[in-house]
Nanobody, 121 residues
């Protein structure tokens, strides 16, 4: 069983910063790409950022130069540093990881439970 647990969400004023963390635990053989998605009310779920096992990163245009994704492979953890936050960044943020649980099992995508980020004055 694989679990992804997010932390770090909350309420912040416009222009502020938050750091999200997502730790993977359980039966894990290899973690490939990890990423963050967000889902705002009335909108489709949106890819925010991804990072491969070799630390190649990708961002949606709206967060470039404001958000930074990173990972600690020793801790099976991915982070999202969010700076210069805007009200339109308000959403539930979900962690995602592409994992091979055991040598004998195929790869699957796993999701965290989500953490709320609210940007408001």
């Amino acid at each position: 069983q694989v679990q992804l647990v997010e932390s770090g969400g909350g309420l912040v004023q416009p222009g502020g910063s938050l750091r999200l963390s997502c730790a993977a635990s359980g039966s894990i053989f290899t973690i490939y790409t990890m990423g963050w998605y967000r889902h705002a009310p009335g909108k489709h779920r949106e890819l925010v950022a991804t990072i491969t096992s070799t630390r190649t990163t990708n961002y949606v245009d709206s967060v470039k130069d404001r958000f930074t994704i990173s990972r600690d492979n020793a801790k099976n953890t991915v982070y999202l540093q969010m700076n210069s936050l805007k009200p339109e960044d308000t959403a539930v943020y979900y962690c995602n990881a592409y994992i091979k649980p055991t040598p004998n099992r195929g790869n699957s995508y796993y999701w965290g439970q989500g953490t709320q980020v609210t940007v408001s004055s």
